[in-house]
């Protein structure tokens, strides 16, 4: 079975890219991750390329350019329905906002290597088979130059290759930099290590563990971003188990969790494939910040990262239900039953008590299964309408709501069946 098309599309835009600039006389290769993912075996999400050539030069050679970052020398290049993201080399200045350097200086790919943050991400492959002369920069001492059957040159000045081999995460030079530089850098290798089932290097473990605390000063934004792509990834367990184990919880939840060891066990059974709201819910439980009043930690959740509107809903609603269907599920009337059940979230709620518990969980899922047989299903449409109470006389107000929830509850319960007999009950509620 062959890689997704896009995949292919991205990979031939990249190489496009990657002649043009060759062929007028430039070094250009692809760069970073998709590097460590092709070595990896792993199908990159996207491509990079990094240049000789400056951001001016590149809008020269390419009709379609834009600028996301020109004075970092960082270009984006459309090539049919494809973007990539075209980048000057360089090195860079001081790191004053700990976020981006101040200055940076363009450079070649020795320099530009090495002021990446971990050596597999520090990688370039040129991607043409054919022969051409190899630039000179290629033979700086600790270069190596190593042929990889189907992807092409891949050109690695700081021993990524061997650290990919040894299944290695590694800080590129002296770790404590590196992590000074970019305070997120700690959190970005518990999630890199984890998705790519990497052990990070020790002397990078104890500079993650000293740095942890300057994760404070990240903004929450950046923050919750990595989170979530943690929390979105089959490897969820093993990431949050390395912030947990390299100090990072505190600086991140802006709490720490229970005391004693930790299983994960709810993110471990966790499906593949879920949202961030329910990977965050499993998280919660786990680290063992979740008690009988939910909304105060839905807040500050919220507050710590950044969660959007929809998110923060899930993660309150998967909160506050677990506790009903632990505890009071089989004691819940049947239209209470058939209303959270038709829930918009309730297979998110009942994904993480699966996880947490298996065999209540399926106590539920049979449960619900009954109620989808009975008359009308889990979710009918309503017999009564508000216009149907306007009709009868009655000024829309609060007592609405109480004679359309009664209604409906009777509707749920197979005690009315009908359209007549449901507005003849509406009618005994009017008084």
């Known amino acids: ?39 990896l075996g792993l199908t990159p999400t996207d491509y990079d390329v990094a240049t000789d050539a400056s951001p001016d030069r590149i809008a020269a050679l390419f009709p379609r350019t834009a600028e996301v970052g020109a004075s970092f020398g960082v270009m984006l290049v459309r090539i049919d329905s494809e973007v990539i993201e075209v980048a000057t080399f360089r090195s860079d200045g001081e790191y004053t906002d700990r976020r981006r350097p101040n200055t940076v200086t363009f450079s070649d790919p020795l320099q530009d290597a090495h002021r990446r943050d971990y050596t597999v991400n520090a990688l370039f492959l040129d991607p043409i088979l054919a022969d051409h002369p190899s630039p000179p920069i290629e033979h700086a001492p600790g270069a190596a130059i190593v042929p990889v059957a189907a992807h092409g040159r891949v050109i690695d000045f700081v021993g990524g290759i061997a650290d990919l081999e040894r299944r290695v995460l590694r800080a590129v030079g002296d770790p404590d930099q590196r992590l ?161 059940a038709a829930s918009a979230w309730f297979w998110e709620a009942t994904s993480v008590l699966r996880a947490k518990d298996p065999s209540t969980a399926a106590r539920v899922e049979a449960r619900v299964g009954e109620l989808a047989q009975t008359h009308g299903g889990l979710k009918p449409d309503p017999y009564v309408s508000g216009d149907d109470l306007t009709a009868m006389g009655l000024t829309p107000g609060p007592r609405f709501k109480v004679i359309l929830d009664g209604v409906y509850d009777a509707q749920l319960e197979g005690r009315v069946q009908n359209r007549d007999a449901a507005l003849e009950l509406a009618r005994g509620m009017r008084v």
């Open 1 to 39: 079975m062959g890689r997704p098309s896009h995949h292919l599309s991205a990979r031939k835009a990249a190489e496009h890219i990657v002649r043009t600039l060759t062929g007028a006389g430039h070094i250009a290769y692809f760069a970073g991750g998709c590097v460590r993912d092709e070595l």
């Open 180 to 340: 000074a530089e970019d305070h997120l850098r700690a959190l970005r290798a518990a999630r890199l290590a984890a998705k790519l089932g990497l052990t990070i290097d020790p002397p990078t473990a104890a500079a993650i563990t000293r740095h942890a605390s300057d994760l404070q000063g990240v903004s929450r934004e950046r923050i919750g971003e990595e989170v979530r792509r943690i929390a979105e990834h089959p490897s969820r367990a093993q990431g949050a188990a390395l912030i947990h184990s390299l100090g990072l919880e505190r600086p991140v939840f802006l709490q720490s969790g229970a005391q004693g060891p930790r299983s994960w066990r709810t993110l471990s059974n966790l499906p593949a494939e879920v949202g961030f709201a329910t990977a965050l819910a499993a998280w919660a439980l786990d680290l063992g910040v979740v008690g009988l009043a939910p909304l105060p930690l839905v807040q500050q959740f919220r507050n710590t990262l950044t969660l959007s509107n929809d998110v923060r809903d899930q993660f309150a609603f998967i909160l506050a239900t677990l506790p009903t269907l632990e505890r009071e599920w089989d004691s819940l009337p049947v239209a209470r039953q058939k209303r959270l």
